[in-house]
């Protein structure tokens, strides 16, 4: 909405919110998208709400790949017009604040959210659509249980039965937390990561897998068919055309957060065929999978915060030398046991392993159970010593990833 057409404390609010995110970027502390946003809430408890009013509005949450798929969602219904997107990744009402704010009048806004603030925001926005990608364990010692999440998703949806889903049909949990919302679009982008959803979190049963199948054994649900399919190096839409999808993005992964984006931008009415060549155009997001010249060597950075997302970061990581970098501060969750979720085996190929960060000495422990040889290293500039010219791969959790990352853009 324009500011002109806000009640007189939203106009208020959304140009303070503005000045305060400005002050932050020049001060050097950081982007603004979360200070701005979370003083023009203090002014106006319901500014986030009157900043949505008049756009039409997209949410994308989901333990993993929020914020690539926000940002090809984005490229995608961008077909139509300008879009508002909180593209640094700042996913809870402050950040969505900021960023509507900020856009000014667009017709259009895809927001990523924090699966625990979807409620809230889904309230707030009044969406046209929401994507609902995949959920996991995620620092658990202070986030709901996997099972808690869908039940949160599942009575949320129930709420708002006029929004269009778009759900991931090959996670059980997803399934079950849409199943019941009136419209519904399945995408398959497949799920890698099996093990939050060995058991039906409608009866308790046991779920079966085949090929690319699931069912519970003890109650009707079961994965739906879906609409888009990842197929190849392309998607699959639901008229049966398919449409090759060339990315920047590395990663099988990183395709069907394109079928997703697709599958979004459909509910808005953009063709496949004129959203695919705008994907093409997104290269690195919030810093992941940035590439970095150092010292004669190219540096590429994979986030991974989760068992999940680190077995997608594998899958992504080329065969170099490898860089794991853990912290355990406060956005990354306290608790490093989740370490022990994680398969390190496809790290134990020859490649040379290098270790770094708070909490490196848990990251040994727990390398050495998967017998992969390492070398401990104190610090990001001594890893890119230890390896000779050529390329290195760098995956770490949140904060680890923040300090390499202000470290490359401190020398570059």
């Not at 040379?352 to 610090?379: K, Q, W």
């Amino acid at each position: 909405m324009p500011d002109a057409k806000l009640p007189l404390r939203a106009k208020v609010a959304s140009q303070v919110s503005r000045t305060a995110a400005a002050l932050s970027r020049a001060a050097g502390r950081g982007d603004g998208s979360v200070i701005g946003g979370w003083i023009g809430l203090k002014i106006d408890p319901d500014l986030l709400k009157h900043l949505a009013t008049g756009r039409q509005v997209a949410l994308v949450s989901g333990t993993n790949g929020k914020t690539t798929t926000t940002r090809l969602t984005a490229a995608a219904v961008g077909v139509l017009g300008d879009v508002a997107t909180n593209s640094f990744g700042a996913n809870m009402p402050s950040g969505h604040t900021s960023a509507l704010a900020k856009a000014g009048a667009t017709p259009y806004a895809v927001l990523e959210v924090d699966e625990h603030y979807l409620p809230q925001v889904l309230a707030a926005t009044d969406p046209r659509a929401v994507a609902l990608l995949n959920l996991s364990r995620d620092q658990l010692d202070r986030a709901k249980e996997v099972a808690m999440m869908a039940q949160l998703w599942r009575t949320t949806l129930a709420n708002h039965p006029k929004v269009a889903v778009v759900a991931n049909a090959d996670d059980p949990m997803v399934v079950w937390a849409a199943v019941a919302s009136p419209s519904v679009t399945w995408f398959s982008a497949g799920q890698r990561w099996h093990d939050d959803s060995w058991v039906c979190p409608e009866c308790g049963s046991h779920i079966e897998r085949a090929e690319n199948q699931w069912w519970c054994t003890g109650c009707p649900l079961r994965r739906p068919e879906p609409q888009w399919v990842v197929e190849d190096d392309g998607v699959l839409d639901p008229l049966g055309h398919w449409h090759k999808v060339t990315l920047q993005l590395p990663g099988s992964v990183n395709i069907g957060n394109a079928a997703t984006a697709l599958a979004v931008a459909a509910q808005f009415g953009v063709r496949p065929i004129d959203a695919v060549p705008r994907l093409a155009r997104v290269t690195s997001i919030a810093g992941r999978y940035a590439q970095v010249q150092r010292d004669g060597r190219i540096v590429r950075l994979l986030l991974a915060k989760n068992p999940a997302s680190w077995l997608e970061a594998f899958d992504m990581a080329e065969r170099a030398p490898t860089l794991l970098s853990i912290n355990a501060r406060d956005p990354d969750g306290r608790d490093t046991s989740w370490l022990y979720d994680v398969d390190f085996s496809p790290l134990a190929d020859g490649r040379p392993v290098l270790i770094t960060g708070d909490r490196a000495y848990d990251l040994a422990v727990r390398l050495e159970v998967n017998r992969v040889p390492f070398r401990h290293v104190t610090s990001f500039e001594d890893a890119v010593a230890a390896i000779p010219p050529g390329r290195l791969e760098v995956i770490a959790n949140y904060s680890a990833f923040q300090d390499i990352r202000a470290e490359l853009n401190r020398v570059n």
